[in-house]
């Protein structure tokens, strides 16, 4: 597979041989799976206190043998609480009472985390690498891509050292990425009660841009990711487990990415 380096202006430069990585085989499931285990390694574990609703002297009366027992004397036969001087309180201790403890609640030791093979997540990373070729996954995403006269948009390594932000968008509306970066300019107030946790608003994912170095002139853009070619993960390629991020290479993440994963 061949791709055109792009300059600044939009002009098609040389023309390069992509690595092997960029051929890999589109794997929906094997994606999902990953995602989905790294989206559980930032869950924060969870439960209720094993004592609650258990600090009490309730104690079950149904026996007939026991001291206090509530036979005969129209008492329900449920732990109550004891009383001095040998009288019968509320009852406490079990579900269905006032104070009482939960059915199920939810414990701490619970294992919240989806493990997934070393080997594995590297196939999902380099499948999802291959997914940002595809024009008709990119699409399906909900990208606009009209302008766009190939996949994927490699840009010579000019594009890491912009300093300023309106160069670097200028840059990406040369290539046909204006319409696509202006979709995500567009913000929506969530449904629910997320909105009143600190995250009220929902912005659509955009370009992602994959560099060798960094490339600062481009984070503070609405919907724009930056991550570095070495330490390229699932989750920025396949957002929401999807693949087909639209995505924007360097030459020298091209070839970062090949060392890697091989060409």
């Known amino acids: 597979m061949k791709s055109h380096v792009y300059s600044l202006d939009g002009k098609k430069g040389k ?3 992509l690595p092997r990585v960029f051929s890999e085989r589109y794997l929906p499931a094997v994606i999902a799976r990953a995602v989905i285990a790294k989206q559980t390694e930032r ?9 609650a609703g258990l600090r009490t002297t309730a104690e079950y009366i149904g026996r007939r043998e026991a001291y ?20 019968i309180g509320q009852v406490k201790r079990v579900p269905n009472a006032r104070g009482g403890r939960r059915s199920f609640p939810p414990k701490a030791e619970k294992v919240i985390v989806k493990g997934i093979n070393r080997k594995e997540l590297a196939l999902a ?3 999802a690498i291959a997914a940002t070729t595809q024009k008709a996954l990119v699409t399906a995403r909900g990208h606009i891509i009209d302008g766009v006269h190939e996949l994927p948009i490699v840009f010579e390594d000019t ?8 160069d ?26 997320s909105t009143m946790r600190g995250n009220r608003y929902r912005r659509r994912r955009s370009v992602l841009i994959v560099v060798s170095k960094e490339c600062k002139a481009l984070r503070n853009v ?19 487990a999807t693949a087909g991020r639209l995505t924007v290479y360097t030459e020298s993440a091209v070839r970062e990415l090949g060392e890697k994963y091989g060409n």
């Open 159 to 166: 594009l890491e050292a912009v300093k300023k932000t309106k």
């Open 43 to 51: 869950l924060q574990p969870k439960g209720a206190d094993p004592m």
């Open 15 to 17: 023309e390069i041989s």
């Open 125 to 127: 990373t380099r499948s």
């Open 222 to 240: 609405p919907g724009v990711d930056i991550a570095r070619a070495g330490s390229l993960g699932v989750e920025a390629l396949a957002p929401g």
């Open 68 to 87: 206090r027992s509530g036979i005969n004397k129209g008492l329900a036969r449920l732990p109550h609480v004891k009383l001095g001087g040998g009288g």
């Open 168 to 193: 670097a968008i200028a840059a990406l509306q040369s290539v046909g990425l204006g319409a696509d970066l202006q979709r995500a300019r567009v913000k929506k107030v969530r449904a629910g009660q």
